[in-house]
């Protein structure tokens, strides 16, 4: 019953420095979502996993790369650490419902880049 | 260029009076709509949905109300709990499996405090 997991929950990174953000579902969701929330602008999409084996660039694309590994993981990299990049993450997976997509998202993680 | 909009950033209600969110979208392919809410240090999480062939959904003290000529939406939120204080995302994207469709195209969010 788990859904949607993200790790690491809370992380702070100084400039420069580069982490990756962990996701995994075990929903046999098909498509994956990473999604950026900042105070007035909302959620915005990063990148995106259609299915297994293809990734997608978002509305938000520049500092990151994402790896589908499998079914279940898609994780999100930041190489090279901004402090622009300082962000609530989340991490989300989707299913066909009939006549739309339902989203699952995780908790979040909340990155602090000083 | 903002395809889905809320323009009202904050909204304060008192308890047991009626919430009302707004919601405009500019992009013509899209046909559902969705309503998600998010709690402090939480992922949102789906509220309710209406189709654009509909005008109106409800599920118990939520009711979305679409009007497609003005590509605007609302939700109504009646009576207002203290425990509705939230962040709401107005979302959007096209109908039917496959194509592009499983995207969906969030608006800025709307913080809603009901005051007991």
């Known amino acids: 019953n788990a859904g949607v997991t993200q790790t690491p929950k809370f992380q702070v990174l100084k400039t420069g420095q580069s982490m990756t953000l962990q996701c995994a579902q075990d929903m046999n969701h098909n498509s994956m979502y990473w999604y950026r929330q900042d105070p007035g602008m909302g959620l915005r999409l990063i990148y995106y996993s259609a299915s297994e084996g293809t990734t997608d660039k978002g509305e938000v694309p520049n500092g990151y790369n994402v790896s589908r590994l499998n079914k279940r993981e898609f994780s999100l990299r930041l190489e090279s650490a901004a402090p622009s990049q300082t962000s609530v993450y989340f991490c989300?997976?989707?299913?066909?419902?009939?006549?739309?997509?339902?989203?699952?998202f995780g908790s979040g993680t909340r990155l602090t880049v000083v | 260029d903002q395809q889905v909009k809320q323009n009202s950033p904050s909204l304060s209600v008192q308890e047991g009076r009626i919430s009302i969110l707004n919601c405009d979208y500019t992009?013509?392919?899209?046909?559902?709509f969705l309503w998600y809410k998010k709690y402090p240090a939480e992922g949102p999480t789906f509220l309710i949905s209406i189709s654009s062939i509909k005008d109106k959904n409800e599920d118990g003290r939520f009711t979305v109300f679409l009007n497609k000529s003005a590509k605007h939406l609302s939700l109504h939120i009646v009576p207002s709990q203290p425990g509705d204080s939230a962040v709401y995302f107005c979302?959007?994207?096209?109908?039917?499996?496959?194509?592009?469709?499983?995207?969906?195209?969030f608006g800025k969010g709307t913080l809603l405090t009901v005051n007991p």
């Open positions: 979302a959007a994207s096209g109908t039917g499996y496959g194509g592009s469709n499983y995207k969906l195209t």
């Open positions: 992009n013509s392919m899209f046909d559902y």
């Open positions: 989300a997976s989707s299913e066909w419902t009939g006549p739309y997509y339902g989203y699952t």
